[in-house]
């Protein structure tokens, strides 16, 4: 940065605004090489602060004219700075502030404001976009009802689109028309939207609870109409999912989504009108896996969710984000849940949680999910904000049980439907709602403030005589930058104890006069506890955590054995898995530890005869055993080293997976084959369970390299008709040395060339390989003609993917890091925000060796020198090497 760092913003110097804007009315005179914004505000004075001037936000504007009622101003009524237009002495008793800007959408290249993106005007103002429009007060706190006026050529932009309803429209001349929308619920500017475009749309109804009849279109560029069906069933089922689950119906007779090639994140839930990126709409068998299909359903919940948990009730500050986030990402998740397999949704949120989250909570950029600080905002779409705090709702959950969390949302709503509120103002409404809970809300409030995973460890003792059983659990937690000390937190620890017929045992605490029969939820709230249980008829093995209750590390010194019981036995399928995952992941240090002694690496046979059981029940629930079958990433794995050693882990699970290969090669080929040709296509849970399991078991005999294994390959990839499919075999065709390899590689561009959505996938499968020719590719990849630096859809695919290549990015010698620093370092001046994102793969730089510190120090380093470096990038490549 050139004029000095770039300062902080406090949540403790929160003030609300000298003045309210009740109103906008908003002209937009869409030409090419720029665009005209008259905005008029109706502004009143809060009686509640000192009187103020009025101060509005402005970036990269050209302030043409400014008037106060009929009022022209002249340069000395006001002070326009390059952040700020200031107004002193406007009348108490309110006015019309009116403003006219310039604006150059088409060379926006940092997406955010009112870009272009093939060619369309589209708008992205979460968080402080809106500021790059017009002169407001750019702060979620301000609340406005909203009338736009589009105006713009009709050939070239026959669509024009903003929130709320279309009330008006007409021609103008030289071939233009405009468009009058107005959006009757007040909202923060965050959620303005507009678009205007050559788009087509598909469309289809919807009938609320209470009669609403809704009109749902998805708009998306000439010749992808045919891939948004899913997408709007996703839609349908999530109106009426809410309606029964939240009782929540949708408020205007209108909800529009456009889906835009060129997007920083995932979609936007702006008010009637939301922006997608376009891998969360297009959809077809043929170009989207599963996982494009699923997470397109989730997607699209997510953001019509927002409707109340963000829109109806927002955040009062940015540094309430996690109130609309993990709200809203725990509404998607429960979605997903009922929609699709409960455990599969879990295990898959869990393993998310815990590669990005937890990493993220170990690092340099750790932060409550209730940050205290932010330099840009932008940084703060975060794990932990999004699923950390998805996690902290899910508690609220546990802890008060499904009625008492209702209540608490009833109350929620009931109190502050159309304000800007805090995640205090959240806690306060689940806990007066629920006055008859014994629970301590000011201990549970630390889940908001304390950085960090919580790690508990414990052991229980048996005591056959008396038949108790004494469980104790221990909580610690490590400082976090800015928080030397912490204190306990409130834990609900979801358990049971499983005896030795596999059964749940009753449960019944001492000076209890009941048992409870299966799972109950244990409150662990002092930094070590004792749990005494009476009555407990033979030694048990404990079930902890049991659906993951709470996001923290566990380590109970459970034998291999129990671990081996607890697999085939838990009443709990999330605890089923994880007993094979504490195993596995037990069993791969062990291996890493012996190579890094010089021992030879030896895989127990009982870890693959454990396998062996798991393979052998594929044909019961094929989904759930995809996962059992799946070995803990090389990421995770790191997690839990103190240094991580970047190729003993490599190592280590190619050897286990080769030996696994190796050791069931017939059953493996059995499931593959069984789990194979299931007719017509769909993404039936069922459906997709069965391709996850036969493409894992590809996967196996691949990395066994065998002879039969690769024949599947590539005949599956050949012959494949489903994205799914292709791309696994490519995948694993991609990151092997067959002869066939490279024809493969460019008979699938050949075809897909057309379809960014599809390239993507080519990318990533490349940047993802371990062989040691991968970051030679990715840097040959950057001038592939389907790259484009400028779209972060292929940043992700390329960079991004890269940088999440355990042994590729962190290779010895550190070549990987400069590689990421060029980039970065290009993305800077062009897209902040992505820019940042990709700096973020830096963050764990200290948890390797020595050398590959030096290396990424100095990588770093350079990023952190270069001029003009934006406030984004600055503030995650400070912190890093803080
Ligand atoms: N609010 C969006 C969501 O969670 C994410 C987003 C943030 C999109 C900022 C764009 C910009 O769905
Ligand atoms: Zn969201």
Same mark, same amino acid.
């Given at each position: 940065m050139d004029k000095g760092s770039p300062k902080a913003i406090l949540l403790k110097d929160y003030v609300a605004p000298a003045w309210w804007i009740d109103t906008v009315d908003l002209s937009f005179d869409l030409h090419e090489g720029e665009t005209i914004v008259t905005a008029r505000l109706g502004i009143r004075r809060n009686h509640e602060v000192p009187r103020g001037p009025l101060v509005l936000d402005g970036q990269e504007l050209e302030l043409l004219s400014v008037a106060v009622g009929s009022r022209p101003l002249g340069p000395d009524d006001y002070a326009c700075t390059p952040d700020h237009l200031t107004l002193n002495d406007l009348p108490d008793d309110g006015a019309v502030v009116e403003m006219v800007t310039r604006i150059h959408p088409e060379s926006n290249t940092a997406l955010e404001g009112l870009y272009k993106s093939s060619g369309n005007y589209c708008t992205q103002c979460e968080a402080e976009g809106f500021r790059k429009i017009t002169y407001f007060q750019d702060r979620p706190d301000v609340m406005a009802t909203y009338r736009v006026r589009v105006e713009a050529n009709r050939q070239a932009y026959p669509v024009l689109l903003s929130n709320g309803n279309l009330v008006d429209q007409g021609d103008a001349a030289d071939g233009r028309h405009w468009a009058l929308w107005e959006d009757p619920w007040p909202k923060p500017c965050y959620l303005f939207a507009l678009v205007a475009g050559k788009l087509v749309h598909i469309e289809d109804r919807y009938r609320t609870r209470s009669g609403r009849d809704v009109a749902l279109r998805i708009y998306v560029e000439p010749g992808n109409e045919d891939k948004c069906g899913h997408a709007m069933e996703s839609l349908i089922k999530s109106m009426r999912w809410d309606e029964e689950a939240y009782g929540l119906e949708y408020d205007l007779d209108i909800f529009n989504i456009v889906a835009v090639g060129d997007f920083n994140m995932g979609a936007m839930e702006n008010k009637s009108l939301n922006i997608f990126n376009t891998k969360y709409i297009l959809a077809r068998p043929d170009t989207a896996t599963d996982t494009d299909f699923l997470g397109i359903e989730t997607v699209v919940a997510h953001e019509y969710f927002h409707n109340w948990t963000g829109n109806r009730v927002t955040c009062r500050d940015w540094f309430q984000l996690s109130l609309k986030e993990g709200l809203t990402v725990f509404r998607d998740q429960q979605f997903s849940a009922d929609m699709n397999s409960a455990p599969v949704k879990r295990i898959q949120d869990v393993t998310r949680l815990r590669q990005v989250q937890f990493a993220e909570d170990a690092g340099p950029t750790a932060h409550p999910v209730r940050p205290e600080s932010y330099i840009e905002i932008n940084n703060f779409y975060t794990p932990t904000v999004y699923e950390k705090g998805a996690e902290v709702l899910r508690m609220y959950h546990t802890l008060l049980g499904a009625a008492g969390y209702r209540r608490g949302i009833d109350l929620y709503f009931a109190r502050h439907d159309g304000q800007a509120v805090t995640t205090d103002d959240f806690l306060a409404a689940m806990r007066d709602a629920n006055p008859d809970r014994a629970v301590d809300w000011d201990q549970f409030r630390r889940w908001y403030a304390q950085a960090g995973t919580p790690a508990v460890s414990g052991e229980g003792t048996y005591d056959a005589p008396s038949r108790t059983y004494r469980l104790t659990l221990r909580q610690t937690l490590a400082p976090t930058p800015g928080q030397p000390d912490k204190r306990p937190m409130l834990i609900p620890v979801s358990m049971g104890l499983v005896g030795p017929d596999g059964r749940d045992l009753p449960l019944k605490l001492a000076g209890e006069?009941?048992?409870?029969?299966?799972?109950?939820?244990?409150?662990?709230?002092?930094?070590?506890?004792?749990?005494?249980?009476?009555?407990?008829?033979?030694?048990?093995?404990?079930?902890?955590?049991?659906?993951?209750?709470?996001?923290?590390?566990?380590?109970?010194?459970?034998?291999?054995?129990?671990?081996?019981?607890?697999?085939?036995?838990?009443?709990?399928?999330?605890?089923?898995?994880?007993?094979?995952?504490?195993?596995?992941?037990?069993?791969?240090?062990?291996?890493?530890?012996?190579?890094?002694?010089?021992?030879?690496?030896?895989?127990?046979?009982?870890?693959?005869?454990?396998?062996?059981?798991?393979?052998?029940?594929?044909?019961?629930?094929?989904?759930? %055993?995809?996962?059992?079958? %799946? #070995?803990?990433?090389?990421?995770?794995?790191?997690?839990?080293?103190?240094?991580?050693?970047?190729?003993?882990?490599?190592?280590?699970?190619?050897?286990?997976?080769? %030996?696994?290969?190796?050791?069931?090669?017939?059953?493996?080929?059995? %499931?593959?084959?069984?789990?194979?040709?299931?007719?017509?296509?769909?993404?039936?849970?069922?459906?997709?369970?069965?391709?996850?399991?036969?493409?894992?078991?590809?996967?196996? #005999?691949?990395?066994?390299?065998?002879?039969?294994?690769?024949?599947?390959?590539?005949?599956?990839?050949?012959?494949?008709?489903?994205?799914?499919?292709?791309?696994?075999?490519?995948?694993?065709?991609?990151?092997?040395?067959?002869?066939?390899?490279?024809?493969?590689?460019s008979a699938f561009a050949a075809k897909w060339r057309q379809e960014p959505l599809v390239m993507d996938k080519w990318f990533m499968i490349q940047a993802t390989s371990a062989r040691p020719e991968t970051l030679a590719e990715v840097r040959a990849l950057l001038s592939h003609p389907g790259f484009n630096i400028r779209n972060p859809n292929k940043v992700y695919a390329l960079i991004g993917a890269f940088t999440g290549n355990a042994v590729a990015f962190h290779a010895a010698g550190g070549a990987g890091y400069e590689f990421l620093a060029d980039r970065v370092i290009e993305l800077n001046r062009l897209n902040p925000q992505v820019a940042s994102r990709m700096a973020k793969a830096f963050a764990r730089w200290r948890n390797y060796d020595a050398e590959r510190q030096a290396a990424a120090k100095v990588a770093l380093e350079r990023v952190a020198h270069t001029p003009d470096l934006s406030r984004d990038v600055y503030e995650i490549v400070s912190r890093s090497l803080e």
């Open positions: 006069d009941e048992a409870v029969t299966g799972t109950r939820v244990l409150a662990l709230r002092e930094a070590e506890q004792d749990f005494t249980f009476t009555g407990v008829a033979a030694s048990p093995v404990p079930s902890l955590f049991r659906g993951f209750s709470a996001p923290v590390k566990l380590s109970f010194d459970y034998t291999d054995a129990d671990l081996t019981f607890l697999m085939a036995h838990d009443s709990d399928p999330f605890n089923r898995w994880e007993a094979g995952q504490t195993l596995a992941a037990r069993l791969l240090l062990g291996l890493v530890a012996d190579r890094a002694a010089g021992h030879d690496m030896i895989v127990p046979a009982s870890f693959v005869d454990a396998i062996g059981q798991t393979l052998s029940r594929a044909g019961e629930d094929p989904a759930f %055993t995809a996962l059992a079958l %799946t #070995l803990p990433s090389e990421n995770y794995l790191g997690q839990l080293m103190g240094v991580i050693d970047v190729d003993g882990i490599h190592a280590a699970r190619e050897l286990v997976r080769g %030996t696994i290969g190796r050791s069931h090669r017939a059953s493996l080929l059995a %499931t593959y084959h069984g789990n194979a040709g299931q007719g017509a296509f769909s993404v039936s849970p069922e459906a997709i369970g069965r391709r996850a399991v036969k493409n894992a078991a590809l996967a196996y #005999l691949m990395a066994a390299g065998d002879g039969e294994g690769r024949a599947l390959a590539l005949a599956q990839y050949r012959t494949a008709t489903g994205m799914t499919d292709v791309i696994a075999a490519l995948a694993l065709i991609a990151d092997s040395d067959m002869p066939e390899r490279a024809d493969a590689l």
